[in-house]
T-cell receptor, first 120, second 114 residues
Framework: EADIYQTPRYLVIGTGKKITLECSQT?????MYWYQQDPGMELHLIHY???????EKGDLSSESTVSRIRTEHFPLTLESARPSHTSQYLC???????????????????FGPGTRLLVL | KNQVEQSPQSLIILEGKNCTLQ??????????LRWYKQDTGRGPVSLTI?????NTKSNGRYTATLDADTKQSSLHITASQLSDSASYIC?????????????FGRGTQLTVWP
């Protein structure tokens, strides 16, 4: 079982509210990620971080923002929630992996349990 | 376009039976391929990871195979159990950056009936 936690697990909120989804890991991983996943669909990377004070946008355009002030903490914030933000949000962190064969890296991502967000 | 396609989309089998899930990808340059198990309402958990030099990798009753030439992978589950009911996700990483860009399939939803 990976030591990565997300809160809240479920959140129902009204349109226009500001929300922060929490993610913490106790494995000392430098890399952390936020994914968005709709039912039956693939995960989409929305934010990632290589370490403290490092954040980047992912592939899927998102109106959310992230911060990385501490290694173990990677919160995601929505300034004004909308129904289109309804989804499952998964946080992950990764270790550097073992083995480096011709550029191939066996980096393993550990996922949190996710936050299911419903915006009314 | 880099893509990961999984089949079947869903599968129902009886407890104790074997099954095989398929993953085809077009990701290039290829770095590694992973299979994840995602229980309902939970985050994905890694089952196996293979680089281009590995043809097969086992994890208990789960055996993954990789054919880097045809860009195909399979996940074989032996003697299925009720707890195997989950979504199985194929994830392919490219070698284009330090991040190792990940391409996710939509998963195969497996249901094991008693």
């Amino acid at each position: 079982e990976a030591d990565i936690y997300q809160t809240p697990r479920y959140l129902v909120i009204g349109t226009g509210k500001k929300i922060t989804l929490e993610c913490s890991q106790t494995m000392g991983h430098d890399k952390m990620y936020w994914y968005q996943q709709d039912p039956g669909m693939e995960l989409h990377l929305i934010h990632y971080s290589y370490g403290v004070n490092s954040t980047e946008k992912g592939d899927l355009s998102s109106e959310s923002t992230v911060s990385r002030i501490r290694t173990e903490h990677f919160p995601l914030t929505l300034e004004s929630a909308r129904p289109s933000h309804t989804s499952q949000y998964l946080c992950a962190s990764s270790d550097p992996g073992q083995g480096k064969l011709a550029g191939a890296r066996k980096e393993t991502q550990y996922f949190g349990p996710g936050t299911r967000l419903l915006v009314l | 376009k880099n893509q990961v396609e999984q089949s079947p989309q869903s599968l129902i089998i009886l407890e104790g039976k074997n099954c095989t899930l398929q993953c085809n990808y077009t990701v290039s340059p290829f770095s590694n391929l992973r299979w994840y198990k995602q229980d309902t309402g939970r985050g994905p958990v890694s089952l196996t990871i293979m680089t281009f030099s590995e043809n097969t990798k086992s994890n208990g009753r789960y055996t993954a195979t990789l054919d880097a030439d045809t860009k195909q992978s399979s996940l074989h589950i032996t003697a299925s159990q009720l707890s195997d009911s989950a979504s199985y996700i194929c994830v392919v990483s490219d070698r284009g950056s330090t991040l190792g860009r990940l391409y996710f399939g939509r998963g195969t939803q497996l249901t094991v009936w008693p």
